[in-house]
């Protein structure tokens, strides 16, 4: 039998032949046949790996928004339509409380949705699109000026790195989900009985929103709204 370690590669973690040998009956939920891993270290290792695709993904963003200079007007017309109007007319602690409910409720909600849709990854729609969207405006902010530019970058990562983490933590426990329900099609597929069932993944999953989840994405709405323009004005004298 197979157990899991430290070291092994997220690719081997997802792969069917290894979870037929997995046995780590202290840190996972057992089935008949079948094992998913909701440790804690297991949800720390996807949630490292998605972070870093995020910020892979705002990097990249950047550099091609820097390089190919698109028109100005264009990109800020598709970034406000993307941004709710509820955000663009609150201020103080009601725009905090704007924050919270789009990103700690239904964002969420709609990852929540598409973990259940037997697709594997359709779930990172929302935290790859909330990667790129920065990327893009901050390689506009550098090409018009880079004072301003690192000013905005600069005033931004707090609340955007504890906004990437939200949503990976979140990621990390819906892919156990993604993966049962992928389980479930793939043997309704081939007209085979599968006893694996939803529930032992689903109270983790409350009990990592409500702890990890909520705190986060408080402290993201909460950073940028007070903490952003607190930092870029300071940069900008």
Excluded at 26 to 33: A, D, I, R, Y
Excluded at 105 to 121: A, E, H, K, R, T
Excluded at 201 to 221: D, M, Q, T, W
Aim: glycine share 4%.
């Amino acid at each position: 039998m197979i157990k899991i370690t430290e070291n092994l590669p997220l690719v081997q973690l997802m792969s069917f032949e290894f979870l037929r040998g997995l046995c780590d009956t202290e840190t996972s939920v057992k089935f008949q046949f079948w094992e998913f891993d909701m440790s804690r270290q297991a949800i720390i290792h996807r949630t490292t790996y998605f972070l870093l695709l995020m910020v892979i993904l705002t990097l990249l963003a950047a550099i091609i928004t820097y390089l190919i200079n698109p028109d100005m007007s264009h990109v800020i017309n598709a970034t406000s339509n993307v941004t709710p109007s509820s955000v663009a007319h609150a201020k103080g602690w009601s725009l905090v409380g704007t924050y919270f409910l789009h990103n700690g409720v239904q964002i969420p909600l709609v990852m929540l949705v598409l973990s259940l849709i037997p697709i594997g990854y359709l779930y990172l729609w929302n935290p790859i699109l909330t990667a790129i969207l920065p990327g893009i405006l901050y390689g506009i902010a550098l090409r018009h000026s880079v004072r301003a530019g690192l000013a905005i970058l600069i005033g931004s990562l707090p609340h955007s790195l504890l906004e990437y983490t939200e949503m990976c933590v979140l990621a990390a426990f819906l892919f156990e989900i993604n993966r049962i329900i992928r389980l479930k099609w793939h043997h309704w597929r081939k007209r085979t009985e599968t006893t694996q069932p939803l529930m032992p993944v689903c109270r983790p999953l409350l009990k990592g929103y409500l702890i990890a989840v909520v705190p986060l994405c408080l402290a993201a709405a909460i950073c940028e709204t007070f903490v952003a323009d607190i930092i870029a004005n300071w940069i900008n004298g």
